[in-house]
């Protein structure tokens, strides 16, 4: 049975700390399985489009994005090119709760990662989906939305703007 779990939240120091790789024969195992699934409960009970695993204070190299085709489960992920080109985009985390700000983000890159199945998977990430992917790798080093932004500002949550 998956659960939602409790979310990690400032001013945690988690959020600041630099997730580990998961070991590729690792990711089959029922406790890697089994964090995915409550990730993904989570994900949803949040109505959020990403979440990496140290959002529920796993320091693990682990995030889920929803796709149009479903929930994309992204292991030890590497942004492997980029585009030159970067544009403005509002963010905002279930981290850093009611906060708000414009970030500058690639707008394409190539990403390498594991899939679920530990399986090596490749892509192109373009607009919003590269946006997601960048702000959830910037979790697993530690880094977030607010540490790349000036602009800051509080407001209602909105729907399907927060990850
Ligand atoms: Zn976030």
């Given amino acids: 049975m998956a659960k939602v779990l409790p979310l990690t939240i ?5 959020l600041h700390q630099k997730s580990q ?7 089959t195992q029922p ?29 693990l190299q682990l995030a889920l994005i ?5 929930i994309l ?4 992920p590497q942004i492997t090119s980029k585009s030159w080109l970067k544009n403005e985009g509002e963010e905002g985390c279930l981290s850093v709760p ?13 990403v390498s990662a594991y899939n679920q199945q530990g399986k090596k998977i490749s892509f ?3 607009g919003f989906f590269a946006r997601v992917i960048q702000h959830e790798v910037d979790h697993i080093n530690g880094i977030l939305f607010i540490d790349r932004t ?3 500002y509080g407001g209602p949550p909105r729907d399907r703007q927060r990850d």
């Fill in 124 to 126: 192109t990430a373009k």
């Fill in 150 to 152: 000036k602009k800051i």
């Fill in 66 to 70: 929803e796709t149009q085709d479903g």
């Fill in 10 to 14: 400032l001013p945690s120091p988690l």
């Fill in 21 to 27: 790789p998961i070991a590729v024969a690792k990711i």
């Fill in 98 to 110: 009611d906060k708000f700000g414009l970030v500058k983000r690639l707008t394409k890159i190539k």
């Fill in 31 to 59: 406790e890697i399985q089994q964090l995915i699934s409550d990730m993904e409960q989570t994900m949803k009970a949040n109505n959020s489009v990403g979440l990496a695993a140290v959002q529920v204070g796993k320091l």
């Fill in 73 to 76: 489960v992204l292991i030890n």
